[in-house]
């Protein structure tokens, strides 16, 4: 602990064990003429007002990026940074959301660094958090909730001209905005949305009794088309994956895959000899051996789980169906998806390529079920990513949205 601060524990265990009137005696002569000017002890507990210079910082916390770092990088001392984090920690298990304001407060010097005065910050809209000093020199941590309404918030309106400036003029904010056309452009062309077609949506929402309020993802999403059919989609988690699910789409058919590419089947499903790694493995897909930028279609129905870079299968996309199938298409060129996006059967998802492990270009398709490879070609199942009792659920969920 640095010096200055030991000298203040000090000073603050000795009032507390002093008779008050010991403590009155050693006050200044004018103070105990003017009695009304001497403020009542703090309760224990109580935060005290740091003495001498002080100096008021803000800080954003950052992605990755700890309470402990952000208060050293104000200039804090190391050990009280330490001390309130850990504090945090324990008030606050689900950390800090990134983008959080921080309030800092430093006092007097302590070698290169300044004493920790008080932090305080806001985790969510509903409560305060502000770590401060006792009497005794230690830490203590406050919070302070406030009434929230965490009633959902819908939105509805003619899409006009251009459907992102009319949900905007509505109040829809800005990522539940994207968030809506994104989910309309996985069916139609939302540049072809006529303008008396009508939105209407329902977002997360939370609004503080202070007037502070905050949007939250799209729970449900519906155009009311005039000339062609409505789409809608509700926010749901499929086999741990969440995002916005048609409730209209037809539940268990069972017929079959989409062929993923338009090229004939190069290398099939069991054991073979790898032709890089030159020894006998276990080929846990199908290849087809299609021209380099040959589009690459969705076997099925399902959500799109990863399109990135997946080591020796290059640029993988990866999709989830209904009752524990995975389809992943690898060694692509370059994406059409992006995750979390719903696509279906015959949407081009990727274009053919020759990423990763590869000796020219083909597509390799794989498909899981509960996590074990299985014969693509002899494989059929369900299309919809949802089997119909979860479907009864979703559409429960989509009429209880409509109510909000
Ligand atoms: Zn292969």
Known sequence: MPAGAVVLGLAAIAAQTLPPSAALATAPVQQSERPARVAPAPPVDAFVEPSGATVELFASLSDGNELKQLLERTGADAKDSARASELVDDAVPAGIPEGTEVAV???????????????SFKPSLAFKVTIGRIRTGDFKLARDGVNVDTRPRRFKGAAGSDLFWSLRASGVPAEAANEFLEAMSSRINVRQVAPDDRFDLVIDHVR???GENRGGPLLYAALDRRNANDLTFVRWTVGGHTGLFDPTMPAQRTDGFARPVQAKVSSSFGHRLHPILRFARFHQGVDFGARWGTPVAAAADG???GADWAGGYGRQVRLVHSSGVLTSYSHLSSFAVAPGTYVRRGQVIGYVGSSGLSTG???HFEVRKDGQPVDPLSFSFARAPLGSAE???????AEQLRGV
């Open 361 to 363: 270009p083909h597509l």
């Open 105 to 119: 407060l430093l006092g007097q010097k302590t070698g290169s660094a300044r004493r920790l005065e008080r932090v």
């Open 303 to 305: 959500i799109v789980r």
């Open 208 to 210: 503080a009794e202070t």
């Open 391 to 397: 479907l009864a659920v979703l559409r429960a969920r």
